[in-house]
């Protein structure tokens, strides 16, 4: 289920001695509201928190064409300095409107222009679709059902099995907003260009992309094997 939900599961059950005082379904909608609330200012709080400096002037120059290409317009651009140099990363991090662009240096020094670019457009549709949002949505609602199951508006015994097919239902579309994501970034840089780009970091962290297995049922996030084969695909 990920960080966020379990974070949310702990939410939720610290909240339980609150359930004799309140009203259940204000209960619920404490721990919904209160988890979306960290969902939104925890990644502004980490990255305010990283060891982050700005670009260089020649840094940047090679990053416009780049950014420009992908169509994307971060409010500011902060590179790692406590990341392994060689690693290669990149993230949006904020709300829509006010994203900030994270990478490691490895991506500055590692990477050809293709591959960059292609790299900033995938992260641009994820933006642009708000994946990240969904992701936190999603978490949300599955932690308010199982809220709703502890402050007694669910019964305890279909309790889990409606927090089952919640997961399932929403990690599902999750995964297809991902795949969306791969198809928009693909429809400007191609969707070859893409999947060389996946394979060409896989190869740099040495690791194999995995494909969908079972566990990929109660995953939000499909895994980098089945996304390069769907953009092999032309799906």
């Known amino acids: 289920m990920g960080p966020s939900a379990a974070v949310g599961c702990m939410i939720a059950a610290a909240a339980i001695p609150l359930q004799a005082t309140i009203d259940p379904l204000w209960f619920v909608v404490a721990a919904v509201v209160l988890f979306l609330a960290l969902a939104a200012l925890g990644p502004w709080v980490s990255l305010s928190l990283r060891e982050t400096r700005s670009p260089t ?6 990053l416009d064409a780049s950014l420009a ?16 140099p060689s690693s290669i990363k990149i ?5 829509p409107g006010r994203r900030r662009l994270l990478l490691t240096e490895g991506f500055l020094d590692t990477l050809d222009d293709a591959t ?11 933006g642009r679709l708000l994946y990240l949002e969904y ?5 949300a609602a599955v932690i308010g059902v199982a809220t709703a199951m502890f402050g007694g508006l669910i019964a305890f015994s279909n309790g889990l099995f409606v927090i089952a097919l919640t997961a399932l239902v929403l990690f599902w579309f999750g995964r297809q907003l991902q795949f969306r994501a791969d ?3 693909a429809d400007r840089v191609g969707a070859d260009a893409l999947a060389d780009a996946f394979e060409a970091v896989a190869d740099h962290r040495g690791i194999t992309p995995e494909g969908a297995t079972w566990r990929t049922y109660f995953e939000v996030q499909p895994p980098l094997g089945q996304r390069i084969a769907r953009l092999r695909a032309g799906e």
Do not use: K, W
């Not at 993230?91 to 709300?95: I, N, Q």
């Not at 960059?116 to 994820?126: D, S, V, Y």
């Not at 992701?135 to 978490?139: D, G, I, K, L, P």
């Open 91 to 95: 993230s949006l991090h904020g709300l």
């Open 183 to 185: 198809r928009a970034a």
């Open 57 to 62: 002037t020649d840094e940047q120059d090679d």
């Open 116 to 126: 960059a670019t292609a790299l900033l457009t995938a992260e641009a549709q994820r």
């Open 135 to 139: 992701r936190a949505v999603a978490a």
């Open 69 to 84: 290409a992908a169509d994307l317009d971060p409010t500011a651009i902060h590179i790692s300095e406590t990341a392994d």
